[in-house]
Every structure is written in structure tokens, then in C-alpha cells.
């Protein structure tokens, strides 16, 4: 696409916006700074270098696209390849499988801060801030359940693992200046019928009680609920209900992982009630078909709507946004990429929303003209801005970046 273009349909759209009184110019700077935490584990398919074994523990990745990430250096050379085609601010969100871990084979229970200071000092000369994860699966000791285990020892074993992984999220945290997100996931359920529900969340209840007392000053802690694992049908320890009232009492983040919920119902609807009542919320973004299938991020109704609840409550300064799903189908950098534009789009359309106005009419019950401007809002040229903004940043603008990918697979991944 041809640069006069480019600007010629910037400035048309620019106008069509100011008359719904919007400052493009403003958006576009709320949207450059406004950070998303990039997944590594995009890049090797949520295997990691503790094992290279393949995933287990209510959780799995589908496909065998070539080119797969095998190393740390790999993950990384893939990561700093993502960047030069993408506009705007960008962190990374890594598991604690991805540690370097060069004495030889580190068990969880026993890793520390040394096995990431390869990465804090690569981010630091990438201008990206960490952000990361408690790992309980894919582990001989993962089973059916983790912090919910009767067996004391199994138990004690992923507590002290996630302790060391918060403790490790604060040195992260520190380095940077800025307070590294440490979400906690873990896969704990059975597969068929369960009588012992309460048994088994009393005990997560006390194995995160015990986690989160130790007070990190660098670092925020965030639990993530579940619908169901592979495996785990029947129960889910850690459900949605569990963990709402968790946060709430212990004002803990909540992570909204957008296919951790039944596929017919909108996760959109939930950032309202519980921002009343915990602190901030962690975003995990994905796309789930039959369930948690974790497709690569598309521009639909559900992130749409989820970007745009956010923004209407006023709320992006208490939201983490990161990615979260693992697509080994495909070129796992196209995946990337494809991923990260929806999810600037769809908080770019939410952005350019005529929020006072709508307030406006909706306040003095004028339902028709607020109708009306939601539809209108649907064709207005929200797509000219996002190409200003890639192009204003010197990043690939519309489908310019296959092209790139393409040549990066044939010298560089292909090769793998």
C-alpha cells in the first residue's frame, strides 16, 4: 500500500472521527503505550527445555508445522523477529519451563533466580519487561492434582515450586522497575465423578494461602480459573467460582483467560462485576472453538466486545493484557503476528468509540440514537488508523508482512 495512500485515507478518517468528537491523534498514542505481554511459548508449542517432552496434565498443543523453536536462543531469535513487525509496546510472558538451565536437569522445586537472569538481561536490551508463570504441568508429579493434592508431599513439592517462581518474578520485577504479573494456573481435576470437591479446594485454599503470604514488593500475583481440562471433564478444582471468590476476599488479580469458559457465554460480561470487586485483571486472549483449543487470536465479536467493555468502564489501567494460545498448525510467526494485530485492533475500534456521547444518550434513556450510533460506528474506517499507526511506527502496513514471514521461514526456520 502506497504511503500517500496511506495518509490520504488517515486524514479523511481523521475528520469522520473528530465529528464524534474523537482525537485520533490521542488514540494512537493510548494505543502505542499500552502494553501486551507476548506468550513464548508461541514460538515451541508449550514444550520448554526442562524435558522437551511433549505437553500432559490437561493440556495440549495440535499440529506439526516445521520450524519449531528448540532453543532458548531460537525462542528468542523468533521473539526479536516478531518485533520488527509489530507497532507499539510489548513485554514477554514466559513459563518457567524456559529457564536456562546450563548445570544440567533442574527440578521445579529447586529453581531460582540465576536460571532467568539470561533473560532479564536479554530484555533489557530489547525494551521488553517480563512477565510470568508458576509451570505445573508436563511433570511426573503433575498427575490428576497439584496444590489440591492429599498426598502431603506432592503438595509441599508445588508449593514450594511456585514460591520460588514469585520470588523469581520479583527479581524480574525489580530489574525492570516495574512490577512483573506471576500467574498461577494449575491444571488440578479428575476426569469422571468426583466426591470429594470440597476435600480438594479446601486444600488449594490453604496451599495459596500459604504461596501468597510472603510479601514481593516487585512482583503481582494473578490466579487463573478454569472450565475443564483433557482428562479432567468431570472437575475442575480451580473453577471460575472458586476463584472469583478467592480474589475477592483476598484481593488477589483475577486472570480472564477468554477460552476457560463455556464457548456460548461472553467473557465480556464478567470484567464488570468482578473489577467491583478485585483489583486488577490479568488477560489471557484467545480463541476457543469446542473449548480451550486456544486458535490464534482473531478480530471477532468476543475480543471485540471484551476490549470494549474495558475501555467503557474506564478500566484499561487495571487491566494486564497478554496472549495466550499456541497454534502449531501453522507458521508460528504469521501466528504471532495475526494475533497480536487483532488484539490492537479490536482495543484501536474500542478506543474510537464515542463513549461520552453514548453515556449521553444512554443516560437521558435515548435508546434509539444510542442504537443508532453503535451501528453506524460498526463502517466507520477504524482500519485507516490502524494502518496510520503502523505506518507512523515503520511497521509493516496491511498484508506486508507475509511476505516478511515468508522469507524468514525459508532462511530461517525451514532450516530448523
Known sequence: MKENQILKSYDIARERYAELGIDTEKVIDKLEKTPISLHCWQTDDVVGFERNEALSGGIQTTGNYPGRARNVEEVRQDIEKVQTLLAGTYRLNLHETYGEFKEGFVDRDQVEVKHFQGWIDWAREHNLKLDFNSTSFSHPKSGYLSLANPDKAIREFWIEHTKRCRRIADAMGKAQGDPAI???????????????????????????????????????????????????????????????????????????????????????????????????????????????????????????????????????????????????????????????????????????????????????????????????????????????????????????????????????????
Open 182 to 416: 506471576m500467574n498461577i494456573w494449575v491444571h488440578d481435576g479428575l476426569k469422571d465423578i468426583t466426591v470429594e470437591r470440597l476435600r480438594y479446594r479446601q486444600l488449594l485454599k490453604e496451599s495459596l494461602d500459604e504461596i501468597l503470604a510472603e510479601e514481593l514488593p516487585h512482583m503481582k500475583s494473578c490466579l487463573e480459573a478454569k472450565l475443564f481440562g483433557i482428562g479432567m471433564e468431570s472437575y475442575t478444582v480451580g473453577s471460575h467460582d472458586f476463584y472469583a471468590g478467592y480474589c475477592s476476599k483476598n484481593n488477589v488479580i483475577y486472570t480472564l483467560d477468554t477460552g476457560h469458559y463455556e464457548p456460548t457465554e461472553n467473557v465480556s460480561d464478567m470484567v464488570s462485576s468482578l473489577l467491583l470487586y478485585v483489583p486488577e485483571l490479568m488477560l489471557h486472549v484467545s480463541r476457543p472453538i469446542r473449548w480451550d483449543s486456544d486458535h490464534v487470536t482473531i478480530m471477532n465479536d468476543q475480543t471485540l466486545d471484551l476490549f470494549k467493555e474495558l475501555v467503557r468502564a474506564d478500566a484499561l489501567d487495571r487491566a494486564h493484557i497478554g496472549l495466550d494460545y499456541f497454534d502449531a498448525s501453522i507458521n508460528r510467526i504469521g501466528a504471532y503476528v495475526i494475533g497480536v494485530r487483532a488484539t490492537q485492533r479490536c482495543l484501536l475500534q474500542a478506543l474510537l468509540e464515542p463513549k461520552q456521547l453514548l453515556r449521553q444518550y444512554e443516560d437521558n434513556d435515548q435508546g434509539f440514537q444510542r442504537l443508532a450510533v453503535l451501528e453506524e460506528m460498526k463502517s466507520m474506517p477504524f482500519g485507516d488508523v490502524y494502518n496510520y499507526f503502523n505506518l507512523k511506527n515503520n511497521r509493516p502496513v496491511g498484508a506486508d508482512f507475509i511476505a516478511d514471514i515468508e522469507q524468514y521461514e525459508r532462511n530461517v526456520t525451514s532450516k530448523r
